[in-house]
């Protein structure tokens, strides 16, 4: 993707360092992770998963070839250097066809990964855990390595002078959170840590693959951390502590961490130091923004005036309503649990609705009025109540509503960002 990473061992020297992994298809969140290292000498890895990317468009209708054009011009905008600039497919699998029978999943697989890799796609996350149509759920560990090292040689097929580096692993939590309320979940065992990549070394090698291997550089486990709609696991690091063994079995091995997102600030340097230098991120960036959303549709109602208000908290709810396929089967509860949980959960369903043609009008409109009628600073401290702690008070008048979304998102971002320079 650029000169400074065009050797896969300086792209794995990065991201085995520790790193970020943003994964957001909304272009706000890329422009907030981007803005949050600007000035520094980090990498910014932003990653899209098979649901919201693929060759079908995903829920956002975006191929890996268009999503790369966008997070590109995105870049270019802001200027962002381009060398500090990675990106990822999260979830490259079957996930998204698992209603079809595992031969035919398999096959749109391969292709989503092909284009991913053709795309420019440098980190690449193989996951076949999941069972498709006439398949009992858990898959044996050799089943899914086998179809992992199926997609990575779909994969090989594309890479040009560029190579891919591979994560691995089947103790994957569910995408966008758990779909129900948790005290606490269970870590990976060493014996299955240590079982899932010995699977995996055998059947890539069963598949001609044993020069790529050198290339999977990280393993997903579980280190006990999640998140539902109402609840958030937080980590523990002795309850951890076993797993050190399997990278201390496994040189250049490091640990992917999923669902990361709402964890307390002081558990991610704990996380890093404990080898999971991958941090995965996503619902929690598009909360914030959806938080920041609502407190502007609150300021709309508040300001005298007789203009129409673009109303975007009802608009949004009436859409996810109108089109429940991304939520009904993550909710459940009374009717007013399920208002509650469209609009406030933190596993944030509500993230598959912002490209709606009447949710993004209805933001377009929010922002369009509040540009136009200045927020008084009073309101500002009322609903932005954290940054009205943080900035200046002449400063913070100033700002746009973009920009307010903007500087939420970066909030959210900001204990990231600090752990890893710090661990760095």
Known sequence: ???????????ASILSRG????????????????????????HVLIEATSNQVNQDGGYTGKTPARFRAEVESIAAKIEFPLTRLILGGDHLGPNPWTALPAEEAMLKAEEMVRQFVAAGFRKIHLDASMACAGESSPLPDDVIAKRAARLCKAAESAAGVEKPVYV???????????HEELDSVAVTTTVSASAALESHRRAFAAHGLSDVWPRVIALVVQPGVEFGNDSVVVY???????????????????????????????????????GFRILKVGPALTFAMREALFALDRIEAELPGSRPRASLRAVLDEEMQRQPKDWKNHYRGSPEELRLMRLFSLSDRARYYWHTPAVAHAVKSLLSNLENAPIPLSLLAEFFPIKFRDIEPNQLARMKPTELVMWAIGHALRPYGHAVRSHS
């Not at 992994?21 to 000035?39: D, F, G, P, Q």
């Not at 691995?168 to 758990?178: D, F, I, L, S």
């Not at 990278?247 to 890093?272: C, I, K, W």
């Open 1 to 11: 993707m650029s000169k400074a990473l065009s050797d896969a061992s300086d792209l």
């Open 19 to 42: 790193i970020v992994s943003v994964c957001s298809a909304h272009s706000w969140v890329i422009e907030a992770a981007m803005r949050a290292e600007i000035t520094s000498s980090q």
């Open 168 to 178: 691995v692993g089947t103790e994957v939590p569910a995408p966008g959170g758990a």
């Open 236 to 274: 523990e690091p002795g309850k951890a502590k076993h797993l050190q063994q399997v990278l201390q079995e496994n040189p250049g091995m490091v640990f992917e961490a999923h669902s990361t997102d709402y964890q307390p600030a002081r558990v991610y340097p704990e996380l890093l130091r404990d």
